[in-house]
Protein backbone atom coordinates (compact mmCIF):
# COMPACT_ATOMS: atom_id res chain seq x y z
CA UNK A 1 0.00 0.00 0.00
CA UNK A 2 1.67 3.28 -1.10
CA UNK A 3 0.55 7.01 -1.91
CA UNK A 4 1.51 8.66 -4.69
CA UNK A 5 1.57 12.50 -4.35
CA UNK A 6 0.38 15.18 -6.86
CA UNK A 7 -1.00 18.69 -7.08
CA UNK A 8 -4.62 16.77 -7.61
CA UNK A 9 -4.47 14.17 -5.22
CA UNK A 10 -2.63 12.14 -2.53
CA UNK A 11 -3.24 8.84 -4.55
CA UNK A 12 -3.45 5.36 -3.10
CA UNK A 13 -2.02 2.18 -4.93
CA UNK A 14 -1.15 -1.42 -4.43
CA UNK A 15 1.58 -3.06 -6.46
CA UNK A 16 2.14 -6.32 -6.17
CA UNK A 17 5.43 -6.12 -6.75
CA UNK A 18 6.16 -4.03 -3.29
CA UNK A 19 5.41 -7.45 -1.66
CA UNK A 20 7.45 -9.54 -3.81
CA UNK A 21 10.13 -7.57 -5.79
CA UNK A 22 10.54 -10.92 -8.40
CA UNK A 23 7.38 -9.40 -9.82
CA UNK A 24 8.98 -6.57 -10.85
CA UNK A 25 10.22 -8.59 -14.38
CA UNK A 26 6.67 -9.76 -14.93
CA UNK A 27 4.39 -8.06 -17.26
CA UNK A 28 2.81 -5.36 -15.48
CA UNK A 29 -1.35 -5.16 -15.43
CA UNK A 30 -2.89 -1.68 -14.24
CA UNK A 31 -6.48 -1.88 -13.70
CA UNK A 32 -8.68 1.24 -14.01
CA UNK A 33 -12.24 1.45 -11.77
CA UNK A 34 -15.62 1.83 -12.67
CA UNK A 35 -18.10 4.45 -11.53
CA UNK A 36 -18.09 5.24 -7.95
CA UNK A 37 -16.16 2.47 -6.53
CA UNK A 38 -12.61 2.14 -5.20
CA UNK A 39 -9.71 -0.83 -6.36
CA UNK A 40 -10.94 -3.22 -4.14
CA UNK A 41 -13.44 -4.99 -6.06
CA UNK A 42 -10.10 -6.32 -8.28
CA UNK A 43 -8.59 -8.17 -5.56
CA UNK A 44 -10.01 -11.37 -6.28
CA UNK A 45 -8.62 -11.04 -9.62
CA UNK A 46 -5.53 -9.63 -8.82
CA UNK A 47 -5.03 -13.00 -6.06
CA UNK A 48 -5.84 -15.19 -9.71
CA UNK A 49 -2.97 -13.09 -11.59
CA UNK A 50 -0.01 -11.93 -9.01
CA UNK A 51 1.75 -15.22 -9.97
CA UNK A 52 2.56 -14.19 -13.70
CA UNK A 53 1.91 -10.59 -13.62
CA UNK A 54 2.60 -7.71 -11.94
CA UNK A 55 -0.62 -6.00 -10.91
CA UNK A 56 -1.25 -2.62 -10.16
CA UNK A 57 -4.47 -1.25 -8.86
CA UNK A 58 -5.26 2.61 -7.32
CA UNK A 59 -8.22 4.90 -6.08
CA UNK A 60 -9.40 7.30 -8.41
CA UNK A 61 -9.92 10.52 -7.12
CA UNK A 62 -13.29 10.88 -5.65
CA UNK A 63 -13.04 7.53 -4.58
CA UNK A 64 -11.74 4.88 -1.28
CA UNK A 65 -8.33 5.92 0.05
CA UNK A 66 -7.52 8.89 -2.26
CA UNK A 67 -7.53 11.87 -0.53
CA UNK A 68 -8.20 15.09 -2.60
CA UNK A 69 -8.91 17.79 0.22
CA UNK A 70 -7.03 20.34 0.04
CA UNK A 71 -6.23 20.13 -3.81
CA UNK A 72 -7.89 20.67 -6.80
CA UNK A 73 -8.70 17.97 -8.99
CA UNK A 74 -10.32 18.39 -12.52
CA UNK A 75 -13.10 15.53 -12.76
CA UNK A 76 -12.79 14.85 -16.34
CA UNK A 77 -11.65 11.95 -18.25
CA UNK A 78 -8.21 13.99 -19.38
CA UNK A 79 -8.13 14.66 -15.38
CA UNK A 80 -8.42 10.87 -14.20
CA UNK A 81 -6.04 10.00 -17.20
CA UNK A 82 -3.17 12.84 -16.17
CA UNK A 83 -3.47 11.17 -12.65
CA UNK A 84 -3.07 7.45 -13.87
CA UNK A 85 -0.35 8.79 -16.27
CA UNK A 86 1.55 10.33 -13.07
CA UNK A 87 1.89 6.39 -11.56
CA UNK A 88 2.42 5.08 -14.55
CA UNK A 89 5.69 7.48 -14.93
CA UNK A 90 6.01 6.74 -10.79
CA UNK A 91 6.32 3.35 -11.00
CA UNK A 92 8.53 3.21 -14.79
CA UNK A 93 5.90 1.66 -16.42
CA UNK A 94 6.02 3.90 -19.62
CA UNK A 95 9.85 2.82 -20.41
CA UNK A 96 9.23 -0.45 -22.42
CA UNK A 97 6.10 -2.34 -24.12
CA UNK A 98 5.75 -4.31 -21.01
CA UNK A 99 2.25 -2.91 -19.90
CA UNK A 100 -1.32 -4.50 -20.54
CA UNK A 101 -4.50 -1.99 -19.43
CA UNK A 102 -7.74 -2.89 -17.91
CA UNK A 103 -10.60 -0.55 -17.96
CA UNK A 104 -14.03 -1.41 -16.53
CA UNK A 105 -17.00 0.10 -17.27
CA UNK A 106 -16.36 4.19 -17.18
CA UNK A 107 -12.67 3.18 -16.55
CA UNK A 108 -13.01 1.83 -20.19
CA UNK A 109 -12.99 5.30 -21.09
CA UNK A 110 -9.93 6.74 -19.08
CA UNK A 111 -8.20 3.70 -19.85
CA UNK A 112 -8.36 4.29 -23.17
CA UNK A 113 -6.96 7.72 -23.14
CA UNK A 114 -4.26 5.69 -21.06
CA UNK A 115 -3.58 3.43 -23.85
CA UNK A 116 -2.81 6.38 -27.06
CA UNK A 117 -1.17 8.28 -24.61
CA UNK A 118 1.47 5.41 -23.61
CA UNK A 119 0.84 3.25 -26.84
CA UNK A 120 4.73 2.66 -27.05
CA UNK A 121 4.76 1.24 -23.62
CA UNK A 122 1.36 -1.04 -24.05
CA UNK A 123 0.96 -5.10 -24.75
CA UNK A 124 -2.58 -4.95 -24.51
CA UNK A 125 -5.63 -3.11 -23.85
CA UNK A 126 -9.20 -5.08 -21.88
CA UNK A 127 -12.57 -2.92 -22.05
CA UNK A 128 -14.67 -4.40 -20.24
CA UNK A 129 -18.54 -3.08 -20.44
CA UNK A 130 -17.91 0.11 -22.21
CA UNK A 131 -19.15 0.09 -25.42
CA UNK A 132 -20.31 2.39 -28.03
CA UNK A 133 -23.43 3.38 -29.88
CA UNK A 134 -24.37 4.98 -32.91
CA UNK A 135 -25.97 8.14 -32.11
CA UNK A 136 -29.54 7.73 -33.03
CA UNK A 137 -32.88 9.63 -31.71
CA UNK A 138 -33.64 6.48 -29.11
CA UNK A 139 -29.88 6.48 -28.16
CA UNK A 140 -30.12 10.53 -27.24
CA UNK A 141 -33.29 9.63 -25.23
CA UNK A 142 -31.69 6.81 -23.25
CA UNK A 143 -28.61 8.53 -22.52
CA UNK A 144 -31.04 11.68 -21.36
CA UNK A 145 -32.82 9.10 -19.13
CA UNK A 146 -29.80 7.56 -17.57
CA UNK A 147 -28.62 11.32 -17.04
CA UNK A 148 -31.76 11.95 -14.89
CA UNK A 149 -31.49 8.75 -13.08
CA UNK A 150 -27.79 9.66 -11.79
CA UNK A 151 -29.06 12.86 -10.15
CA UNK A 152 -31.53 10.66 -8.68
CA UNK A 153 -29.42 8.47 -7.55
CA UNK A 154 -26.86 11.03 -6.16
CA UNK A 155 -29.62 12.68 -4.33
CA UNK A 156 -30.90 10.11 -2.64
CA UNK A 157 -28.24 7.22 -2.69
CA UNK A 158 -28.18 6.66 1.29
CA UNK A 159 -31.09 4.47 1.00
CA UNK A 160 -29.13 1.87 -1.32
CA UNK A 161 -27.72 0.62 2.28
CA UNK A 162 -31.36 -0.53 3.41
CA UNK A 163 -32.97 -3.48 2.26
CA UNK A 164 -34.93 -3.92 0.17
CA UNK A 165 -33.31 -1.23 -2.47
CA UNK A 166 -29.77 -2.44 -1.13
CA UNK A 167 -30.65 -5.98 -2.83
CA UNK A 168 -32.17 -4.28 -5.68
CA UNK A 169 -29.02 -2.25 -6.49
CA UNK A 170 -26.55 -5.15 -6.65
CA UNK A 171 -28.64 -7.20 -8.57
CA UNK A 172 -28.17 -3.96 -11.22
CA UNK A 173 -25.14 -4.63 -11.08
CA UNK A 174 -24.29 -8.44 -10.87
CA UNK A 175 -26.16 -11.71 -12.34
CA UNK A 176 -24.71 -13.87 -10.17
CA UNK A 177 -23.74 -14.06 -6.61
CA UNK A 178 -20.81 -12.09 -5.54
CA UNK A 179 -20.64 -12.35 -2.14
CA UNK A 180 -21.70 -10.43 0.90
CA UNK A 181 -18.11 -9.15 1.48
CA UNK A 182 -18.32 -7.59 -1.98
CA UNK A 183 -21.66 -6.49 -2.25
CA UNK A 184 -20.83 -4.69 1.09
CA UNK A 185 -18.25 -2.74 -0.87
CA UNK A 186 -20.23 -2.17 -4.09
CA UNK A 187 -22.63 -0.17 -1.32
CA UNK A 188 -19.99 1.63 0.96
CA UNK A 189 -17.89 2.69 -2.32
CA UNK A 190 -21.42 4.15 -3.92
CA UNK A 191 -22.61 5.75 -1.37
CA UNK A 192 -19.62 7.16 0.59
CA UNK A 193 -17.81 8.61 -3.09
CA UNK A 194 -17.17 11.89 -3.09
CA UNK A 195 -20.44 13.67 -4.30
CA UNK A 196 -18.92 16.08 -6.76
CA UNK A 197 -16.77 13.19 -8.40
CA UNK A 198 -19.25 10.34 -8.69
CA UNK A 199 -21.98 13.78 -10.30
CA UNK A 200 -18.96 14.36 -12.63
CA UNK A 201 -17.84 11.38 -13.68
CA UNK A 202 -21.81 9.86 -14.25
CA UNK A 203 -22.25 13.28 -16.65
CA UNK A 204 -18.76 12.95 -18.78
CA UNK A 205 -19.45 9.06 -19.17
CA UNK A 206 -23.01 10.11 -21.09
CA UNK A 207 -21.74 13.33 -22.54
CA UNK A 208 -22.04 13.35 -26.46
CA UNK A 209 -18.45 14.74 -27.50
CA UNK A 210 -16.99 12.25 -24.85
CA UNK A 211 -18.68 9.63 -26.40
CA UNK A 212 -17.62 10.57 -29.76
CA UNK A 213 -13.78 10.90 -28.91
CA UNK A 214 -13.95 7.58 -27.07
CA UNK A 215 -15.11 5.70 -30.32
CA UNK A 216 -12.49 7.55 -31.88
CA UNK A 217 -9.69 6.83 -29.63
CA UNK A 218 -10.88 3.57 -28.83
CA UNK A 219 -11.03 2.19 -32.16
CA UNK A 220 -7.64 4.36 -32.91
CA UNK A 221 -5.85 1.60 -30.32
CA UNK A 222 -2.88 0.36 -31.78
CA UNK A 223 -2.13 -3.13 -29.66
CA UNK A 224 -4.38 -5.96 -29.34
CA UNK A 225 -8.17 -4.86 -27.62
CA UNK A 226 -10.21 -7.61 -25.42
CA UNK A 227 -13.88 -6.49 -25.51
CA UNK A 228 -15.64 -8.44 -22.79
CA UNK A 229 -18.80 -7.80 -21.77
CA UNK A 230 -21.31 -9.70 -19.42
CA UNK A 231 -24.76 -10.58 -21.69
CA UNK A 232 -26.92 -9.98 -18.78
CA UNK A 233 -25.72 -7.16 -17.94
CA UNK A 234 -28.68 -4.37 -16.51
CA UNK A 235 -26.21 -1.25 -16.03
CA UNK A 236 -24.86 -0.27 -19.18
CA UNK A 237 -26.23 -2.33 -22.65
CA UNK A 238 -23.70 -4.90 -23.63
CA UNK A 239 -24.65 -4.19 -27.28
CA UNK A 240 -22.50 -1.81 -27.19
CA UNK A 241 -19.52 -3.67 -26.54
CA UNK A 242 -20.41 -6.13 -29.05
CA UNK A 243 -20.60 -2.98 -31.42
CA UNK A 244 -16.91 -1.81 -30.47
CA UNK A 245 -15.78 -5.46 -31.39
CA UNK A 246 -17.62 -5.42 -34.66
CA UNK A 247 -16.23 -1.55 -35.55
CA UNK A 248 -12.66 -2.57 -34.70
CA UNK A 249 -12.21 -5.77 -36.50
CA UNK A 250 -13.80 -4.32 -39.99
CA UNK A 251 -11.11 -0.87 -39.36
CA UNK A 252 -8.57 -1.33 -37.07
CA UNK A 253 -4.88 -3.36 -38.30
CA UNK A 254 -4.57 -4.63 -34.35
CA UNK A 255 -6.04 -7.85 -33.56
CA UNK A 256 -9.60 -7.47 -31.50
CA UNK A 257 -11.16 -10.10 -29.50
CA UNK A 258 -14.09 -10.51 -27.73
CA UNK A 259 -15.74 -12.56 -24.97
CA UNK A 260 -19.30 -12.88 -24.09
CA UNK A 261 -20.37 -14.24 -20.65
CA UNK A 262 -23.74 -15.11 -21.00
CA UNK A 263 -24.92 -15.51 -17.92
CA UNK A 264 -23.06 -12.55 -16.48
CA UNK A 265 -23.78 -9.07 -15.27
CA UNK A 266 -21.84 -5.82 -15.42
CA UNK A 267 -19.20 -7.62 -12.64
CA UNK A 268 -17.70 -10.45 -14.92
CA UNK A 269 -14.31 -10.18 -11.77
CA UNK A 270 -16.26 -10.94 -9.04
CA UNK A 271 -19.34 -13.06 -10.71
CA UNK A 272 -17.04 -15.30 -12.33
CA UNK A 273 -13.60 -14.46 -11.28
CA UNK A 274 -11.64 -17.63 -12.54
CA UNK A 275 -13.24 -17.40 -16.28
CA UNK A 276 -12.70 -13.74 -16.42
CA UNK A 277 -9.15 -14.30 -15.48
CA UNK A 278 -8.78 -17.26 -17.49
CA UNK A 279 -9.64 -14.91 -20.80
CA UNK A 280 -7.77 -12.36 -19.73
CA UNK A 281 -4.37 -14.20 -19.40
CA UNK A 282 -5.13 -16.00 -23.12
CA UNK A 283 -5.50 -12.16 -24.09
CA UNK A 284 -2.21 -10.95 -22.23
CA UNK A 285 -0.12 -14.41 -23.86
CA UNK A 286 -1.43 -13.58 -26.86
CA UNK A 287 -0.25 -9.81 -26.57
CA UNK A 288 3.00 -10.49 -26.35
CA UNK A 289 3.48 -13.37 -28.80
CA UNK A 290 2.04 -10.27 -31.27
CA UNK A 291 4.55 -7.77 -30.47
CA UNK A 292 7.35 -11.08 -31.75
CA UNK A 293 5.58 -11.71 -35.24
CA UNK A 294 5.79 -10.38 -38.33
CA UNK A 295 2.39 -9.00 -40.00
CA UNK A 296 1.71 -11.70 -41.89
CA UNK A 297 1.79 -14.40 -39.64
CA UNK A 298 -1.14 -12.20 -37.10
CA UNK A 299 -3.96 -14.55 -35.95
CA UNK A 300 -7.47 -13.15 -37.00
CA UNK A 301 -9.68 -11.61 -34.69
CA UNK A 302 -11.37 -14.52 -31.85
CA UNK A 303 -14.50 -14.84 -30.03
CA UNK A 304 -15.14 -16.70 -26.93
CA UNK A 305 -18.65 -17.42 -25.58
CA UNK A 306 -18.43 -18.22 -22.25
CA UNK A 307 -21.53 -19.91 -20.84
Known amino acids: MS ?3 SSRCRLFYEDS ?3 NPALQEKPAVLFVNGWAISSRYWKPLVDLLTPDFRCITYDQSGTGRTLIKGHKPSFTIEGFAAEAGELI ?3 GLHRSRNLHI ?17 REALLSATIT ?7 TALTSLGLLFLGGLIDVSMQLRNIFQVEPLRSLFIKRAAAKEIGKKYSDIIIEDFTRSDRDATNAVGKFSIDPEALRAYTRHVIAIASPVLCCVGMEDHTIPPEGTISLFE ?4 VSSAPTSLARF ?14 YGGILKKHFDFAEQFYKKTPGEIEPCEQYLIP
Open 17 to 19: AEH
Open 262 to 275: MSLGHLPMLEDTPG
Open 3 to 5: YLA
Open 89 to 91: EHL
Open 129 to 135: ACGIFEE
Open 102 to 118: VGHSMGGMVATELCIQY
Open 247 to 250: KRKS
